[in-house]
């Protein structure tokens, strides 16, 4: 059986995890979150009252047990037994999330479960290092981004969708502070790998994308 490995990066808010989710299902591959891997430790440090650097956090490192589970809505995580899938995507884990990203043991332990995830199946991955780092060797890359004002108006929409409410510049602020983390960070920072395909979906609908991604995947098998 051939297995084909596609990672898809980008920068907070771009749409990558509803994309691959889409591609994944349309292809049969198995669709691996990785930002909900990170989203997991960082509700851990949230309701252990954990500092989200330092020697404390990477003592407890071995404490996390994060697992993955499939369901017909798709991927469930498991942070140490408790189904954690919705609580992961609240306001407070975002920015928590983008904080424990740095931290080199958190990011190590994460990536060899990612690894072996990826070694038995058609993999659709989606993060901000997969292309460069965690699959380097993925058979098709893509960098998925859109404008900041887009990516905040799109967030803002969601959370309206699920009867939250946020101001708008906040968000745009926390997307920028986000972004800031990711690139700047010195352990596999979020950038666009050489041999990735750029896709600013800015002004492109969801299905357009999705359509695209999938061309590109059918063109590499």
Do not use: W
Request: overall charge negative.
């Amino acid at each position: 059986m051939f297995i084909i490995k596609v990672a898809i990066d980008g920068p907070a808010g771009a749409g990558k995890s509803s994309i691959a989710k889409a591609v994944a299902e349309k292809t049969g591959f198995v669709y691996i979150d990785t930002g909900a891997m990170y989203r997991a430790v960082a509700l851990y440090t949230i309701l252990h009252k954990l500092p989200t650097s330092g020697d404390e956090l990477e003592k407890a490192i071995d404490k996390i047990k994060i697992d993955i589970e499939y369901n017909e809505k798709g991927q469930v995580l498991i942070l140490c037994g408790e189904d954690v899938t919705s609580r992961i995507r609240e306001a407070d884990v975002s920015i928590v999330a983008s904080d424990v990203a740095t931290v080199p043991a958190v990011r190590l332990k994460l990536v060899d479960i990612q690894r072996r995830l990826a070694e038995n199946h058609s993999v659709i991955m989606d993060g901000r290092d997969i292309g460069t780092y965690v699959l380097p060797d993925a058979e098709v890359k893509i960098f998925l981004t859109a404008s900041v004002e887009e990516r905040a108006k799109r967030r803002f929409m969601q959370l309206k969708e699920n009867g939250e409410t946020e101001d708008i510049e906040k968000i745009k602020k926390d997307i920028a502070y986000r972004d800031k983390n990711d690139s700047e960070r010195k352990f596999a920072p979020l950038r666009q790998a050489e041999d990735a395909i750029y896709i600013d979906t800015s002004d492109m609908t969801m299905q357009k994308v999705i359509e695209k991604i999938y061309k590109i995947i059918r063109e590499a098998q």
